[in-house]
């Protein structure tokens, strides 16, 4: 198992935008943006919130760019029937290359669709361009970081191992972010949103797990079933690590204590291999903001903090030999960057500037937590980035089911809960904030993989617009765009343009 070297927090600095504002009280004005940490109230915030208090402890986002919709603005942003912006076509153009014709095993077809229905009908088309490969993990040699997505928010980042005994591409330390095996994310088995591709893979399949960093509360990112069961088969290396106000819930779930460590935003934590084994290499894991919310039972809407997470994978100079360039992965969790009311928004190819659009800019900021955690740390290598389409009426599909061609339900536009889910066009954005002028030592440019999406979604149609939207937004900002990475490939004239993936569920990147 990995030894917990040091756990540092940030310095108390005098000004007080710096650090945590520990003793505040809770009815403190949330107008001023003086922090980039949420503030708290000191008790009973780092024990179970307590519902019979009158003052429920809670996190905020602290940034102008939160914005809740009101309901008029989500009345506003409803659209019926098909759309037409374009990004359903562009994705659906490519299924004249797709040669891979053959009919996938029966367990891994989506449940809206089959490669061979008929092929004109949205369950084929989306069947066909979003498909369950089974995962390959093997590490190989000379491997930088290999990451494969597990459906929805699910990934496994698998770096070189730490370990100086371990030669050769074995035992590579592995980090698994929100793992989601269920069938649905809810607190009942039998109720609630039913994914819509089957997990890749079970618990059983993947190979031993390190570090498991959970983003937020969510059912669709912090699974029970899925934790215990990899807990039971890891309990000999895994540690879990979660935002504050999350611990208890793994308490509970009979984790013992010393295997979940609870972070606040900016926390950091290192861990080596344990001594006297020297390690060839360190791990810093970073705790970092996200502007989301939490929400698990009643009355327990933000009490538990929400969170991204920070990779460092370092290599102190040995003797003679010379210092290899650190790597570094970005796990955004579930987040947004700016909310958008216009119903036009996001740019598309039938809408390349949508009206409205400048205004709503100067109104509503996006969200600076993303440059901060560059700034701080340093622009990652790999990022892995949500992109979801507004469509979360689509789920009463799972409760109605009916064919692709009746849609009765309405769709909201992706803007108006872009404040809190980054659409296609705005992961887009943020992977140019944080890793444009990055890439590694090698000249390698940075690479986002896409996650949070075709898992929960029930509308074949949103497969392709998510598809056809992060396509289109990475043509018109300059980002290389691919459902896998190409190595090599041209080189723009401000240096190497980055790569943004989106794999089949199963599929994985090697860098
Ligand atoms: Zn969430």
């Known amino acids: 198992m990995l030894r917990i070297n040091t756990i540092t927090r940030p310095t108390p600095t005098a000004s007080p935008a710096e650090h945590h504002v520990v003793s505040t009280p809770a009815n403190r004005s949330a107008s001023g943006w003086t922090s980039y940490v949420p503030s708290w109230t000191p008790s009973p915030q780092r024990t179970r919130p307590s519902l019979s208090k009158s003052r429920i402890a809670g996190f905020r986002n602290p940034w102008p760019s939160w914005h809740k919709p009101t309901t008029a603005e989500i009345w506003d942003s409803f659209q019926w029937g098909d759309d037409n912006d374009g990004c359903q076509e562009l994705a659906a153009s490519h299924l004249a290359n797709d040669t891979a014709m053959r009919k996938p095993e029966q367990s891994k077809l989506p449940r809206f669709g089959d490669i061979n229905d008929w092929p004109n009908s949205l369950g084929a088309k989306s069947a066909r361009l979003l498909r369950v490969e089974d995962p390959e993990f093997s590490f190989p040699d000379d491997t930088k970081a290999k990451v494969t997505w597990l459906g929805h928010a699910g990934v496994l980042v698998q770096l070189p191992s730490m370990d100086s005994r371990i030669k050769g591409p074995d035992r590579p330390v592995r980090c698994l972010f929100d793992p989601m095996f269920s069938a649905r994310c809810s607190p009942s088995k039998f109720a609630g949103p039913i994914r819509s591709y089957p997990p890749p893979c079970k618990v059983e399949d993947l190979p031993p797990i390190d570090i498991v960093c959970i983003s937020h509360n969510h059912y669709d990112h912090m699974d029970q079933d899925s934790i215990m069961s990899i807990w039971r088969r890891n309990d000999f290396c895994v540690r879990f690590f979660v935002p504050l106000g999350n611990k208890h819930w793994f308490v509970d779930w009979k984790i013992p204590a010393d295997r979940i460590i609870e972070m606040d935003w900016w926390d950091s934590v290192e861990l080596t291999v344990p001594s006297p084994t020297p390690a060839t290499s360190t791990l810093k894991l970073h705790c970092t ?28 100079a040995h003797g003679s030999r010379p210092n290899k360039p650190p790597f570094r992965v970005f796990f955004a969790g579930d987040t947004g960057y700016q909310f958008h009311p216009s119903p036009a928004w996001p740019p598309s190819p039938n809408k390349p500037s949508p009206a409205g659009d400048n205004e709503d800019d100067k109104k509503f900021p996006a969200c600076p937590a993303f440059a901060e955690i560059r700034d701080r740390i340093a622009p990652p290598n790999l990022l892995l980035l949500p992109v979801s389409v507004g469509a979360t009426f689509a789920y009463l599909r799972s409760f109605v089911p009916l064919p692709d061609w009746i849609n009765p339900f309405p769709r909201h536009s992706a803007g108006v809960t872009a404040a809190n889910h980054m659409p296609p066009w705005d992961a887009v954005r943020v992977l140019k904030a944080m890793a444009e002028l990055g890439g590694d030592a090698d000249g390698e440019p940075a690479v986002a993989v896409a996650m949070h999406w075709g898992t929960f979604v029930t509308d074949p149609a949103e497969v392709l617009r998510t598809l056809g939207a992060l396509e289109w937004a990475c043509q018109r900002q300059g980002v290389r765009f691919g459902r896998k990475l190409v190595k090599g490939g041209e080189v723009g004239d401000g240096g190497p343009q980055p790569w943004f993936v989106a794999v089949n569920h199963g599929g994985s990147v090697c860098l």
């Not at 989301?292 to 102190?316: C, K, M, Q, V």
């Open 289 to 316: 903001p996200a502007q989301h919310n939490s929400f698990r039972t009643a009355g327990d809407a933000d009490s538990a903090l929400w969170s991204s997470w920070y990779i460092e994978l370092l290599h102190p």
